[in-house]
């Protein structure tokens, strides 16, 4: 299948999911809040039981692994929370988009410049995790309340000393500017403080981890 076809099947395989989700939800739901929740009623509602575990088959590099005969999702409980949202999505990827496919055994994704190197069917879930639980729309609003319209915050002359404010370590101008647009974005994904406003960190408000926010906010073009 045309790789460009097949991207815009995993938006409609996740639009359906949040669409579906989304009918059965209160009237005044918090969009951000149901976001946070819909991998695991997703799951739910497809019938599929989720279980935690120190270790998956005996390896702890595991982050997830997919049992579809069982209809189990395993999740390795050491990681962060905010890993496992993202590897819950990502095994919700493998169940949606692979079904001729019986087992997946996934290892959390510590290097994103090695991304494009996975098989295409790790990437698919990856996509179909961040459009889950990164939504463009709900991301581009999100950001904008906080930190004002795309490309206004970059230009802020004040971003080191309000970095360092949240981060509380001193982060000055010239190194800011020598790292790569995915560290700066990152360090963007943990402000919490801003124009001296306690405002929580965007990664948190999505439930995921300041790497992914990171990536999403580089990919959409809202900070760069």
């Known amino acids: 299948m045309d790789q460009k076809v097949r991207t815009e099947a995993i938006k409609v395989a996740v639009r359906k999911q949040l669409e579906d989700l989304w009918l059965d939800a209160p ?3 918090n969009v951000l809040e149901f976001l946070r929740q819909a991998p695991e009623r997703i799951s739910k509602a497809s019938g599929l039981a989720i279980m935690k575990a120190p270790c998956i088959n005996g ?3 595991v982050a997830g692994y997919l049992n579809r005969p069982e209809k189990v999702i395993i999740l390795t409980e050491t990681l962060s929370p ?7 999505g990502h095994e919700l990827g493998h169940w949606f988009l692979h079904p001729g496919k019986a087992y997946f055994r996934d290892f959390a994704l510590s290097n994103p410049s090695t991304s494009e190197k996975r098989p295409v069917e790790e990437r698919e879930a990856d996509r179909f995790a961040t459009l889950l639980t990164m939504p463009e729309k709900t991301v581009r609003n999100c950001y904008e309340e906080l930190f004002g319209e795309s490309g206004q915050l ?3 002359e ?12 001193d982060i000055d101008r010239d190194w800011l500017e020598a790292q790569n647009s995915n560290t700066r974005a990152k360090l963007v994904a943990e402000l919490t403080i801003y124009r001296g406003r306690h405002r929580g960190a965007l990664a948190n408000h999505f439930g995921v ?3 992914a926010m990171g990536l999403r906010l580089v990919e959409l073009g809202l900070f760069e």
Do not use: K, N
Request: aromatic share 10%.
């Open 27 to 29: 009237e005044e739901g």
């Open 82 to 88: 905010a890993v496992l949202h993202f590897t819950l």
């Open 154 to 156: 970059a230009r802020d």
């Open 59 to 61: 390896d702890g590099r």
């Open 158 to 169: 004040d971003l080191p000393f309000w970095l360092s404010q949240s981060l509380r370590r």
């Open 209 to 211: 981890s300041s790497t």
